[in-house]
């Protein structure tokens, strides 16, 4: 299967997965979970589902624990609204990238913040630092 056809069934698999947990699924843990994306195989017959979840660990934790005890349910709805020979066997993964990303940007505003503090010298003045 072409690489383009795969990222189109990617993208499908997103959306309505994303879609089924948030408009099907009833369970509280799963209030600040987001689909970021989805890899599929070469014959299309696993699928990683990529997910950020937003909370504290053990909110995180919990998440992930609902998702994986939902996969049978998850395929079943894909199942009843795709039109594909076979639906995936899906994967849940928690997607770390924004917290990395949130963690990054937490590090440049210290940084800067104690930048700011240090006494202006000649050399900083010139822009040449110590």
Do not use: N, W, Y
Request: charged share 35%; proline share 4%.
């Amino acid at each position: 299967m072409s690489e383009r056809r795969r990222q189109q069934v990617a993208d499908l698999l997103r959306d309505h997965i994303s879609e089924i947990i948030q408009r099907e699924m009833r369970d509280p843990r799963l209030g600040f979970v987001s689909v970021t994306r989805v890899e599929v195989s070469p014959d299309i017959r696993m699928a990683k589902v990529f997910v950020s979840v937003f909370g504290t660990e053990e909110e995180q934790r919990d998440a992930m624990v609902a998702l994986s005890r939902a996969t049978g349910f998850v395929r079943k709805q894909l199942g009843d609204r795709l039109e594909m020979r076979f639906v995936p066997e899906l994967s849940f993964r928690q997607d770390r990238s924004m917290q990395h990303a949130e963690s990054v940007a937490r590090l440049l505003r210290q940084i800067e913040r104690e930048d700011a503090a240090r006494p202006i010298t000649a050399d900083r003045a010139e822009g040449v630092e110590p």
